[in-house]
């Protein structure tokens, strides 16, 4: 059974960068057959994909968010991670990471980990 | 900046069929990508329901279904349970430059 744990931060200060790990268990972040996600959900709102990591290191970013945002893949600690730079506000979010299927149609996200709050505050 | 519009909310009795839809546009749904469907209860993340338009993955009940016409897509909960109350989601590929991939709204199931 695949798992996806989020960890990192709750508070982050404005201006400053919010850093996020999430660890797999049950399989293997080096294969061909999945990217790895980050995908937020302001409170009581919607879900913003903020992208994806490829076990190569290859990745590919919200347009919205590339500007501010790294995500990179440890293959050694079978984790990826999240980096975004000067948080404001608006990037109070849940943070969940995700485990996306390099489809041959449109990619889906499975599973999915528990989520983390990340508060944007000073 | 959801580029997928669903409605906020809809209702029904236990044993009774609804239909979330989910409407998009040339540069997503209409150009021919598929959707897909998520799940999510109060606290907890989504969880995947539907993939390429019709298919469930395995544990979900059959009472779900789903379909896409054009621009547009459905969930259909038929015989809804009171186990379904939860948020829905729908997702694509969207080939502008806004996003790759976009969720739609979401839509508040409630069992009356």
């Known amino acids: 059974q695949v798992q996806l744990q989020e960890s990192g931060p709750g508070l982050v200060t404005p201006s400053e960068t919010l850093s996020l790990t999430c660890a797999v268990s049950?399989?293997?972040?080096?294969?061909?057959?999945?990217?790895w996600s980050w995908i937020r959900q302001p409170p009581g709102k919607g879900l913003e994909w903020i992208g994806y990591?490829?076990?190569?290191?290859?990745?590919n970013y919200n347009p919205s968010l590339r500007s501010r945002v790294t995500i990179s893949v440890d293959t050694s600690r079978n984790q990826f991670s999240l980096k975004l730079n000067s948080v404001t506000a608006a990037d109070t979010a849940i943070y969940y990471c995700?485990?996306?299927?390099?489809?041959?149609?449109?990619?889906?996200?499975?599973?999915w980990g528990q989520g983390t709050l990340v508060t944007v505050s000073s | 900046q959801s580029v997928l519009t669903q409605p906020p909310s809809v209702s029904g009795a236990p044993g009774q069929r609804v239909t979330i839809s989910c409407s998009g546009s040339?540069?997503?749904?209409?150009?021919?990508?598929?959707v897909h469907w998520y799940q999510q209860f109060p606290g907890t993340a989504p969880k995947l329901l539907i993939y390429?338009?019709?298919y469930r993955p395995s544990g979900v009940p059959d009472r779900f279904s789903g379909s896409k016409s054009g621009t547009s897509a459905s969930l259909t909960i038929t015989g809804l349970q009171a186990e379904d109350g939860a948020d829905y989601y729908c997702?694509?590929?969207?080939?502008?430059?806004?996003?790759?991939?976009?969720f739609g709204t979401g839509t508040k199931v409630a069992v009356l």
């Open positions: 997702q694509s590929y969207d080939r502008s430059l806004n996003a790759l991939y976009v």
């Open positions: 040339r540069s997503n749904l209409g150009a021919g990508y598929v």
């Open positions: 049950g399989a293997s972040v080096s294969t061909d057959d999945f990217y």
């Open positions: 390429d338009n019709v």
């Open positions: 990591v490829f076990h190569t290191g290859n990745t």
């Open positions: 995700a485990r996306e299927k390099v489809a041959a149609t449109t990619d889906w996200f499975d599973p």
